[in-house]
């Protein structure tokens, strides 16, 4: 395998850096054991270890020591009021927070074992096995076919390409709607086809997690039950991190969820993770009284 | 009760004003409603003025030069026509184009994506200030460097040169032009591409590029529109060329219109100034047409982009 990172198909067992002379690069994580195969016989398997992860935003801390652990194939959920850091912490799985001027992290998070914020880690490479999906649907203003086919073509997966596209928009539950126009202008469909749209686009180059911030919150009612029965259709095949305001969501979707709030430690709020449970044991017997307050609406 | 034996809140002091008083403008209300009308008369008037201004000048080059047109002025050499000229200016123009377009889209996808604030700023300014540099500044520097003959290279004049100086006028029109088509492209197109493990540089081919087509062609086709009529530049670096032939060789003077109509209109030819009039009218029709056609088209690639 001496092709360039880019052109690989994932194999999640891989290091995300560049292969080092060092031969310290490849570290699984504690507890964890791959097969020669490369496949992970030891259940249930962390795909994301954060551990006393805290972000700043300049002189501003967002977030403070967050210990998370996101398990393989399993729809994890993000919630909490605004400000709490959850989306900060979303998006610092996948390095789109680099961009964000002042942006600074401690601790480490570990994907299958590799620090994400290693000094010889590729953001590219990153997000290219840890897509995203954004709150606001995003497509780009090409062709329906060409938004999905957009990423296989510029990561050189030009092979079988209309089958890739066809797969994605399936996977998507998108294909019925748009298979007769797949020339027209992405910009023509409606909001929740245009965020379904943007998860076939995510998945059409296979990552291995996806990352959803709020994908549903600008969707009517049913659109945003369609992109639901979408999560659980695509559950198992990769790992979700969702984040979402809305609690019901959170508890018709997720295996597990996390509640995040502001605490006033010092004299300013920061965010922070409060618990981290099974989703029916977060919203039916919550250990901390904080989240039973959020849970039941009872929040300030 | 009467009205004014209601209370009027803390104090208890009475209103300045009668609430039941006609609701028309008095006293000092009716004195700042006058000011603002004259302020708004005199910023229409302003407006109008500059509408006159191009109104009068295309109206005089019209009824001057319109005569001389004919198709032998437009296809023939000196003494009948202005061809040598027309190339010439296409040729300069041309070859400014080919060296300004490509530079000034590069300077402003740096100041879109990759420039940090400061950066940004700086070379932001130093575009702006390009931009207001005198012509005849950019003329004499070229000239020191390129053509003067006891200067560092000392090539003489020629029509490239002509290019190269007519390129440093419009680098910064394309820069800080392409810049605002850049801006106009959400973030969020960038960001769905960074999420999906694509490099950079292929967002940038693949995605901006194409989304910024129109608005980068529109841009260019204003700053040719300008360039054209550059004659300080030219008349030190391709002002000692033929007129009686049409040439295409950029490595000599080339005659260009800028040029000739300052020639003819220094001849002591009554011929000469109607000529010069007809090729001034050629040249100020290419740049309206130029502008209009340009700002259709970014108002079509504005909502190409928006919808």
């Known amino acids: 395998m001496n092709l360039p990172p880019s052109r690989v198909r994932i194999r999640v067992d891989q290091p995300i850096a560049p292969p080092s002379t060092n031969g310290n690069a490849i570290l699984g994580a504690p507890g964890m054991t791959a097969t020669a195969e490369g496949h992970w016989d030891v259940a249930p398997e962390v795909v994301f270890d954060s551990r006393d992860v805290s ?88 062709s329906i076919y060409d938004n999905v086919a957009w990423a296989p073509r510029n990561l050189g997966l030009r092979s079988g390409l209309a089958e890739r596209v066809e797969k994605a928009l399936r996977g998507a539950a998108l294909w019925d709607e748009v298979k007769d126009r797949l020339k027209d202008s992405a910009l023509g469909l409606s909001g929740g086809q245009q965020q379904r749209l943007c998860i076939a686009r995510a998945i059409a180059i296979e990552p291995d997690v996806l990352l959803l911030d709020e994908p549903a919150s600008a969707l009517d009612p049913i659109a945003t039950g369609a992109i639901e029965d979408l999560m659980h259709s695509l559950k198992g095949r990769f790992t979700i991190v969702i984040v979402t305001h809305n609690m019901q969501q959170a508890a018709r979707v997720a295996d597990r969820t996390a509640f995040f709030s502001l605490e006033t430690g010092g004299e300013k709020p920061i965010g922070s993770l409060i618990e981290f449970d099974d989703t029916e044991r977060i919203f039916g017997s919550p250990r901390d009284p904080r989240t039973r307050d959020y849970v039941t609406g009872r929040f300030g | 009760m009467s009205r004014e034996a209601q209370p009027v809140g803390a104090g208890d002091r009475p209103r300045a004003y009668d609430p039941a008083a006609p609701l028309t403008a008095t006293g000092n209300l009716r004195r700042r409603q006058i000011f603002s009308k004259l302020t708004e008369f005199a910023a229409t008037g302003a407006a109008f003025a500059a509408i006159a201004v191009l109104v009068i000048v295309v109206y005089t080059v019209i009824a001057r030069g319109a005569g001389a047109i004919s198709w032998d002025f437009i296809t023939k050499s000196a003494p009948e026509g202005v061809a040598p000229a027309l190339v010439g200016s296409a040729i300069i123009v041309g070859i400014g184009t080919l060296i300004a377009a490509p530079i000034g889209v590069l300077i402003a996808l740096y100041l879109t994506q990759y420039a940090g604030g400061r950066a940004a700023g700086f070379v932001s300014m130093t575009m702006d200030v390009m931009n207001g540099l005198p012509a005849i500044i950019v003329g004499v520097f070229v000239f020191t460097f390129l053509v003067d003959t006891n200067g560092t290279v000392g090539l003489g004049q020629a029509g490239w040169i002509g290019g190269v100086a007519l390129s440093i006028i419009m680098v910064p029109l394309i820069a800080r032009g392409t810049q605002g088509v850049l801006r106009l492209i959400p973030k969020s197109q960038s960001e769905a591409a960074d999420a999906l493990g694509v490099a950079r540089w292929r967002t940038v081919l693949s995605v901006i590029l194409p989304s910024a087509l129109g608005g980068i062609l529109t841009v260019t086709i204003l700053s040719i529109a300008r360039a054209a009529g550059e004659t300080a530049p030219l008349l030190l670096i391709s002002s000692n060329a033929s007129v009686d ?45 130029a502008s209009l056609g340009a700002r259709a088209m970014v108002a079509r690639s504005k909502r190409k982009i928006s919808s």
């Open chain 1, 55 to 142: 972000v700043f935003y300049g002189a501003k801390q967002a977030l403070t020591g967050v210990n998370l652990g996101i398990r393989r194939g399993e729809i994890t959920a993000l919630i909490g009021p605004s400000g709490c850091g959850k989306t900060t912490f979303l998006r610092s799985l996948n390095r789109m927070n680099d961009s964000v001027p002042g942006f600074r992290i401690e601790g480490e998070i570990l994907y299958h074992g590799h620090d994400i914020y290693g000094g010889n880690v590729d953001q590219v490479e990153v997000r290219r096995r840890i897509g995203m999906v954004f709150q606001k649907p995003n497509p780009f203003p090409k």
């Open chain 2, 245 to 289: 032939q049409v040439s295409i060789n950029p490595f000599e003077a080339m005659a260009n219109g800028p040029v000739r109509i300052y020639q003819l209109s220094e001849e002591a030819n009554p011929a000469g100034f109607s000529e010069a009039w007809g090729l001034s009218l050629l040249f100020i029709s290419f740049i309206l047409f």
